[in-house]
């Protein structure tokens, strides 16, 4: 989840002596990671299976083309996107009020302090198979399933934010006679943005699983909901075609908009400062 | 000190109340109050859900449910066999993603030649996992077991991987530089700063490895679980179906509450809480 996000920073050499050529060193061992991820893939393929039950990574690609080509891609993964968009800012809208309670009072902290566990440790399927009960095949699902997923993150991510607020920042504030407004505006949504945006990294690649997860289900548009059409006609090459999309399309959005994003809405605080 | 001093250095600067209804108000207010009333609260909730939805039972229906189940004795051996296959997998995945953590942290060649492979693992959702291992190995016990150990290896080993690079590296070149040989580096060294990352990776992988147990038992298996509560959703049986989810959900939950959030504070009961974070 958040650890995919870690790796990013995890690849930075910080050991040994500064060889000239580590870096090119490092780049081919990169490179070779990829071919023997797929010269393996190619080998289960053509020994451990066979091509039909685990086509080689040339078929993949073929049919990843042929759903690029034939428009597909977009529709459905628009459909997906503007529901974890929506679901995410209704997360966003449960969770900081949560988190906020949590933060400034304890008899609130004591109070959520176990629905948000027990909602962080639920599985995955009880949301999509509840929102199937519930809402049928409609969007509404995927979308509640996104909120309810990502918002105990992002509250337990406001109320720590909270907690480590300079108290003396508060004090003064209080001492030079700010209204509440002020204090809200200037020093609360200031500290406690970089932990919404925290909580919102935390649990992305997890509301993106869920999403999907909740289309197999019951949906009637979506990533998932093509996952489980190829499925359904066994044709194991689309389902490996739609998830590469949805795998490569997921590490796209979290490394270049997400970090991007995060790093221009931060772009005022010092470097050293703790992301 | 007069009592109402005392009192209110005892109440945190909140003044106790006196006289049956103060003290019932403090009673509310307390932490304990506030969590019997989140509860109370929660099963409201689900009473009113179950009462705008028709397909959603109440929690009353439910529980009737529950014990007829448990008379017909269908809980325990599909559990007996869930937990089989969920452990299994578990297994592999563990050992699996601590070497596997172990080695990238160790070697840099090893870290750059795996890490990208690591992060799509990360980014496989336990559904294709579930939905490849049935069109694979169909309904035997292989793609049930199997989804678990790959669902959950890649957060052990990143877990693993985080912890290995949090170890103090003056140490790590240290004894390199004096030649204590690899094995006792692991094992003195690296293995007791992991120890904590290995148990969140290990916490994380149990919590998606359920999930994957129970969504590969939903789409290829006649026993277990998760077909147990597919047979329920295909039966139309509501009450049934919500039954087993509140089964699965209190099992993850009170698993993870209490025994792994134990066994973590006791296997860290040396440190002092100022050198957890």
Same mark, same amino acid.
């Given at each position: ?275 | ?135 694979? *190995? ?6 049930? @077991? +199997?989804? $678990? ?7 052990? =080993? &990143?877990? !693993? ?76 049986? *509501? ?6 989810? @509140? +089964?699965? $959900? ?7 509450? =209490? &025994?792994? !959030? ?16």
């Amino acid at each position: 989840m958040a650890d995919a996000a870690g790796m990013a920073d995890a690849a930075v050499p910080r050991r040994g002596l500064r060889v000239p050529g580590a870096r090119w060193r490092q780049a081919g061992a990169v490179v070779l990671g990829w071919a023997v991820f797929f010269g393996f893939w190619e080998f289960a393929s053509q020994t451990l299976f066979n091509p039909f039950l685990l086509p080689g990574p040339l078929d993949v690609a073929e049919a990843i083309g042929d759903i690029v080509s034939s428009g597909n891609v977009v529709e459905h993964f628009r459909a997906s996107l503007t529901k974890i968009f929506l679901g995410f800012a209704l997360g966003v809208a449960l969770g900081v009020p949560i988190g906020f309670l949590m933060g400034r009072s304890r008899y609130w902290k004591a109070f959520f302090h176990d629905p948000v566990m027990v909602a962080g440790s639920v599985p995955g399927i009880t949301y999509a198979v509840l929102a199937l009960v519930i809402f049928g095949i409609g969007p509404e699902g995927p979308l509640i399933a996104v909120a309810l997923i990502s918002m105990p993150y992002i509250a337990l991510n406001v109320a720590a934010g909270l907690e480590g607020i300079d108290s003396s920042l508060m004090m003064m504030s209080r001492a030079f006679g700010r209204s509440r407004r002020d204090v809200f505006r200037h020093v609360l949504v200031p500290s406690i943005t970089p932990f919404v945006f925290a909580g919102v990294r935390l649990s992305f690649a997890l509301a993106w699983k869920v999403e999907a997860l909740t289309e197999v289900f019951g949906s009637s548009s979506g990533i998932g909901f093509m996952i489980r059409r190829s499925y359904q006609l066994f044709s194991v090459v689309d389902v490996l075609a739609w998830t590469a999309l949805f795998v490569i399309f997921m590490l796209l959005l979290e490394r270049f908009v997400l970090l991007r994003l995060e790093r221009h809405l931060f772009r005022w605080r010092p470097k050293e400062a703790p992301s | 000190m007069s009592t109402d001093a005392a009192a209110r250095l005892e109440g945190a600067g909140r003044p106790r109340g006196t006289g049956l209804l103060g003290r019932i108000r403090d009673a509310l207010l307390s932490n304990t109050g506030a969590r019997i009333t989140s509860y109370v609260f929660g099963l409201a909730l689900w009473q009113l859900l179950g009462a705008l939805y028709e397909r959603v039972p109440g929690p009353v229906e439910v529980v009737q449910f529950l014990i007829e189940e448990i008379e017909r004795g269908g809980v325990w051996d599909n559990f007996l066999l869930t937990a089989e296959r969920f452990f299994a997998g578990l297994g592999i995945a563990f050992v699996a993603g601590v070497a596997l953590g172990l080695a990238m942290g160790m070697w840099a060649f090893a870290r750059a030649l795996l890490k990208d492979t690591l992060t799509v693992g990360l980014a496989i959702p336990a559904i294709i996992w579930a939905l490849l291992t049935a069109l694979w *190995f169909g309904f035997a016990w292989k793609a049930p @077991v +199997l989804t $678990v150990a790959l669902t959950a290896m890649p957060f052990i =080993a &990143v877990n !693993v991987l985080q912890g290995v690079e949090a170890t103090p590296r003056e140490l790590l070149r240290m004894s390199k530089a004096f030649g204590v040989p690899v094995q006792r580096r692991i094992r003195q060294l690296v293995l007791p700063f992991v120890m904590d990352y290995v148990f969140t990776g290990l916490r994380f992988g149990i919590i998606v490895g359920w999930n994957g147990v129970l969504l590969s038992e939903w789409f290829a298996s006649t026993e277990g679980v998760g077909w147990r509560t597919r047979y329920w959703y295909d039966a139309n049986n *509501f009450d049934g179906f919500v039954a087993w989810i @509140v +089964l699965f $959900v209190g099992f993850i939950v009170i698993f993870d509450r =209490a &025994v792994l !959030v134990p066994i973590q504070a006791r296997v860290f009961r040396w440190r002092t809480t100022v050198a957890m974070r």
